[in-house]
């Protein structure tokens, strides 16, 4: 074997090994006293020096290798060390493993490294944006349907009470969308999943306007929740492709996008009433002929059907045609990126990875249980336990009701900045004790209004940064693939149905009684212990 080495490693060999210089140093003198000082130091190692000044050199351990000496301008300095080992071939002698450079070399491979970092690095926020506008679409989308609902049940000829199967449909699909999300992300290109997901989820936007059976209109929710889930796991884990320890700032943008599209639907939607009465007024005997007109070769056809509310139907083209541009752009990304991404996120994540990953990624799934559970629960309720309970009118229940929202969302945006300077485990921390007090005020203040008020919006923005920052500090301990962020998703998904659908049952057992708050205080010191626990699995030594 043989190596050739800069001068910067000299009289780096084994003892007994043979040694050549090869160099031209000008005047003759300092190559001269360059020669006796290498000499001295390689004697220290036991090396035999052997002089190449530009002459044909045959090496005493390898009669088959001739060394010859460089042709250079005076001046010109160049210096080659090469170690040959004991027990080896001629041919692995011969073969050179490093070559000197010439600073010209040098200087066009800098730049041309330079111009290539930067080209990942615009092409990695690029990436970025389109994510957070794919989950601005996803914000718009899931938030419409609140506005929409009696459109919808009027479009089927149900009343909305009898169409809350929508709900159950679509988290369904959420659940299922997250499960093979999860899966497909290990062996399908993150971007092109993406890609489809959005798709699907313009399709059906443009799909559920013209829906006249509340059968296929269900159906088409549980394709949107099946889209949602595997965006939301996708988009997750792609960020974490993306930025690495680097994400917890662009994590928490990511979510804050989320929330800003949930605060946009509203006033879309009433934009779009904006003129609702007149049409509406015009369409309604149309609608009650067609309804009367029904038929065994019609059924078919009454599927689907032009909806009397056109800004219904406008309302939702113009989300559908928003989200089919993201989903153009991700497709983009896919054709660019497809080979990249995949190789940078296997090679990150076999690098690391916990003792105790699937202990972690448990406690973390119920983590998650308690904390959507609770943010749902308290979102969903607290407008009726304002009402019912503390004794306040509709108009204040619903400005309590705007002020937890209102204050997840600000902090969710005021924490884009906030993960910057702090660690994703310090937020984490501090959002449990605002979430532990607040709660602990709502119990112990449940008929003070002005408690209500104050402990609403604390415990609003304590649950802002939760779930994006938890998915962040996992990440710094063990890999996160597309199964590990399915499964703390469904944790989340799996609180959101279960929690308030029990709650509802408690308080309408125990009508006195502050179910609500007890559920929210009880979550807060179950996600408090939690978190301790899953620090000490994570920090434990490999």
Not at 29 to 56: E, K, Y
Not at 154 to 170: A, K, Y
Not at 436 to 462: E, H, M, N, Q
Request: hydrophobic content about 50%.
């Amino acid at each position: 074997m043989s190596a050739v080495l800069t001068g910067e490693t000299l009289a780096r060999g084994l003892p007994g090994n043979h040694v050549y210089f090869n160099w031209r140093l000008r005047p003759r003198w300092l190559d001269s006293l360059f020669h006796h000082v290498i000499a001295q130091a390689c004697a220290r190692w036991g090396l035999t020096v052997f002089l190449l000044q530009h002459s044909h050199v045959r090496s005493p351990s390898f009669p088959g290798l001739t060394l010859t000496g460089p042709r250079r301008k005076p001046g010109g300095v160049k210096l080659e060390l090469e170690v040959e080992f004991r027990g080896f071939g001629a041919a692995a002698a011969a073969q050179r493993l490093l070559q000197a450079e010439t600073p010209a070399q040098n200087g066009q491979k800098a730049a041309t490294s330079r111009r290539s970092g930067r080209a990942r690095s615009v092409l990695r926020c690029f990436s970025t944006a389109v994510l957070y506008a794919a989950f601005l679409g996803l914000g718009v989308t899931v938030a419409i349907l609140g506005p929409t609902f009696p459109d919808l049940a009027r479009n089927v000829n149900r009343n909305v009470s009898s169409l809350s199967e929508i709900f159950v449909g679509r988290a369904l699909g959420y659940l299922c969308g997250s499960v093979v999300g999860g899966v497909l992300f290990d062996c399908m290109n993150h971007f092109l999943l993406l890609g489809m997901s959005m798709l699907a989820t313009t399709i059906g936007l443009y799909l559920i306007p013209f829906c006249k059976a509340a059968t296929l209109l269900i159906a088409m929710m549980s394709v949107f929740g099946a889209s949602f889930g595997a965006l939301d796991t996708g988009a997750n884990v792609l960020i974490l492709a993306l930025w690495g320890d680097e994400g917890a700032p662009h994590m928490q943008a990511l979510h804050f996008s989320f929330a800003l599209g949930a605060f946009l639907a509203p006033l879309l939607a009433k934009l779009a009433w904006g003129t609702s009465a007149s049409t509406q007024n015009h369409t309604e005997p149309d609608f009650d002929l067609l309804m009367m007109n029904r038929s065994s070769e019609a059924t078919s056809d009454s599927l689907f059907a032009v909806p009397e509310d056109m800004n219904l139907l406008w309302t939702y083209v113009s989300i559908g045609t928003y989200v089919l541009v993201v989903s153009v752009f991700l497709f983009g990304l896919f054709c660019i990126k497809r080979s990249r991404q995949k190789k940078s996120t296997a090679s990150g994540q076999r690098a690391r990875r916990a003792k105790y990953h699937r202990a972690l990624l448990c406690l973390l799934f119920l983590f998650f249980f308690f904390y959507v559970g609770a943010e749902v629960t308290f979102g969903s309720y607290i407008f009726s336990f304002a009402t019912t309970h503390v004794g306040m009118t509709e108009s204040e229940a619903a400005g309590l009701n705007s002020i937890f929202w209102g204050t997840f969302a600000a902090c969710r945006g005021l924490a884009i900045f906030f993960a910057t300077v702090l660690q994703p485990g310090t937020m984490i921390v501090l959002s449990n004790i605002g979430s532990l007090v607040s709660s602990f005020f709502l119990v112990l203040f449940d008929k003070s209004p002005l408690c209500l008020w104050i402990a609403t919006s604390v415990y609003g923005a304590s649950m802002a940064t939760t779930f994006p920052s938890g998915v962040s500090w996992i990440e710094q301990y063990t890999s996160i693939s597309g199964k590990s962020a399915a499964f703390f998703v469904i944790g989340g998904t799996v609180g959101e149905m279960a929690m308030p659908a029990v709650i509802g049952i408690l308080q309408g057992h125990y009508p006195d009684l502050p179910v609500i708050l007890y559920t929210c205080f009880a979550s807060a010191i179950s996600t408090a212990v939690l978190f301790p626990v899953m620090y000490k699995l994570a920090t434990l030594p490999l």
